[in-house]
């Protein structure tokens, strides 16, 4: 359903985009409905959002017809971007409550949710701008009037607190060193950037180190890997090479985590808006990442020497330094593993997040290190 009349004020225009580009409206539906594509490479997770924007008012609120989107992801897209602290006080975020509310209808085994949803969403609207828009009194008088035929209490107060604010972009808890948490939600996956939904999980801040190694060899009686005796590997705060995906594996278990899926590794690197690098679009340089050493005489950086190449969610070394092990496996001829991040005498297109190449299980390269996840 839709109502017809503009929001408050002038000509449409989000304050940025004119509605004579509303037929542009982003990401398409292609492959399924657990697939979003976006059909051009936008630059920057506003331009995704306001895309989103585009497309809720285009189809709900003006009545316009438009290509579809997958509505569920594209909610957790926007749900995510508004929740951030930085654009928590957006009066945009209406277009989260007014998809809500339509998915509500769709989706009756989701509409208790997504009715709650909606009605948090559309009172923060409106207690930002305290504005007087049928597209949002209309919403908010049918979701009072559900509730009440329903015998449901809602106050936005009684929200969930991660229906209210998703995680904050950075939060970090002490597990066998740092951990970053990655919350749930859509993120654009791949070269081809298609949305994909990931559960939350805390990862490594680093890779683990020589450091964190050698305290479960000890500890465990478990062979010391390749490379120990090799010197421009063994700086203890450096990450860890010469380990099989088994290796990596048992390291895992001895703390308690596992080894990261791509999807979730990669997440973990790019964030939700689709950039190629960690920090941002910029190519590496050596103040973001190690990489472009001589591959015979190259060496590993202890894994805090690159501060400025944080990822969105606190994680650093996700580019260069050391290819890391997955638990993503793959199978033609043979079974091989996912691995990640480029290295430290690798090309900086290498370092893309977005790169993938495999490796044989058994494996023990002086190139590959590992870190690790757990359920958040």
């Known amino acids: 359903m839709f109502w017809g009349s503009p929001r408050p004020g002038a000509h449409f225009t989000f304050g940025r985009m004119d509605r004579s580009s509303a ?13 979003l594509k976006r ?17 809720t008012y285009a189809k709900y609120v003006d009545g316009s017809h438009v290509e579809g989107v997958d ?31 339509e998915l509500g209808y769709e989706l009756e085994e989701k509409q208790v949710e997504f009715f709650q949803k909606a009605k948090v969403w559309l009172e923060r609207h409106r207690a930002l ?11 908010l008088l049918d979701l009072t009037e559900f509730f009440e035929a329903e015998g449901i209490e809602v106050e936005v107060d009684d929200m969930p607190e991660a229906t209210v604010m998703a995680p904050v972009m950075v939060q970090e ?21 298609e949305a994909v939904n990931v559960p939350a999980f805390f990862i490594d801040k680093y890779p683990v180190t020589n450091r964190e190694y050698e305290a479960f060899c000890r ?4 062979r010391f890997p ?57 190519s590496a340089t050596s103040e973001l990442a190690c990489f472009a050493g001589d591959a015979l005489e190259g060496q590993t950086s202890p894994v805090q020497a690159h501060p400025l190449g944080m990822s969105p969610y606190g994680v650093g070394e996700m580019a260069g330094n050391v290819w890391e092990w997955t638990n993503t496996s793959l199978t033609d001829s043979e079974t091989v593993n996912v691995i990640k991040g480029g290295c430290y ?28 996840v757990k359920s958040a």
């Not at 500890?219 to 478990?222: E, F, K, R, V």
């Not at 490796?359 to 023990?364: E, I, L, Q, T």
Request: hydrophobic share 35%; proline share 7%; net charge negative.
């Open 71 to 101: 509505e569920v992801v594209a909610v957790g897209q926007m749900e995510e971007y508004f929740s951030r602290p930085e654009n928590a006080s957006d009066p945009e975020c209406v277009y989260v409550g007014i998809l809500y509310f």
């Open 23 to 35: 037929g542009d409206l982003g990401p398409r539906t292609a492959g399924g409905p657990d697939r």
């Open 219 to 222: 500890d465990t009686g478990y």
């Open 226 to 282: 390749k490379y120990w005796n090799e010197q421009r590997f063994r700086d203890p705060n450096a990450p860890v090479v010469g380990v099989s995906v088994a290796d990596a594996q048992k390291y895992s278990r001895w703390v308690g985590k596992s080894l990261p899926t791509e999807e979730q590794w990669e997440k973990a690197s790019r964030g939700v808006d689709g950039r190629p690098y960690p920090w941002g679009e910029e």
């Open 345 to 372: 005498n690798d090309p900086a297109e290498l370092l893309r997040s977005d790169f993938r190449l495999e490796a044989v299980p058994k494996d023990k390269f002086e190139t590959i290190g590992f870190r690790c």
């Open 39 to 55: 059909q051009w490479r936008l630059r920057s997770v506003d331009d995704q959002i306001r895309a989103l924007q585009e497309y």
């Open 129 to 139: 701008t305290g504005e007087d828009w049928d597209a949002v009194d209309d919403r």
């Open 173 to 193: 808890i002490e597990d066998h060193g740092p951990m970053m948490l990655v919350p749930a939600g859509a993120f654009l996956f791949g070269a081809s950037l």
